[in-house]
């Protein structure tokens, strides 16, 4: 008695080509929202930083996250010339107007441009919420930041509830908001 033949192309070629879509699915999906900072900030306490602000806020005032425990705080790490900062930038804004009255403070963390650059960008989009300048990446460094956008969460007691990276919409950053508030 004869043993089947047994193809192994009809079936292996077709296999690896759903592994390799899944492979590239996960790559262009996932992996982007993850960063090395992201893993291990969150539930940890957030780094205290102090930035000079550059737009809506005390002119050549400096802003210390440490002294905004008791609020919950998103943090936009964003330069001008980043395309996703851009699409994110609106919908940071009207976050920070709805949650304003529920003690939410949004601070746009700008790593790349001069003030006067980040301020006048603001100014151009229509952003309410205070922007800040990483002027000496020192923020970037303790938060991890290897992408851009980055969007960090804190919550009231000054850990970080999330860490995300790339355009996160509305929805999705109002749900994490709200189980901060």
Avoid: H
């Amino acid at each position: 008695m004869a043993e089947p033949e047994f193809n192994s192309g009809k079936i292996l070629y077709p296999a690896l080509a759903v592994l390799i879509a899944l492979s590239a699915l996960i790559g262009l999906v996932l992996l982007p929202r993850l960063s090395p900072g992201a893993g291990g900030m969150v539930g940890a306490d957030a780094p205290d930083v102090t930035l000079p602000v550059a737009a809506n806020g005390e002119p050549g005032a400096r802003m210390q996250l440490a002294e905004l425990r008791g609020q919950p705080v998103v943090l936009d790490f964003w330069a001008t010339w980043c395309g996703p900062c851009a699409v994110q930038a609106p919908i940071l804004d009207r976050i920070a107007r709805r949650y304003e009255k529920k003690g939410l403070v949004v601070l746009g963390v700008n790593v790349d441009d001069p003030p006067q650059v980040a301020s006048q960008y603001a100014l151009k989009k229509g952003l309410s919420y205070p922007i800040l300048i990483d002027d000496a990446r020192d923020a970037s460094a303790r938060y991890g930041v290897d992408k851009l956008p980055s969007l960090v969460v804190i919550d009231r007691q000054g850990k970080v509830a999330a860490y995300l990276t790339g355009v996160v919409d509305e929805a999705s950053l109002s749900e994490i908001i709200a189980a901060t508030l």
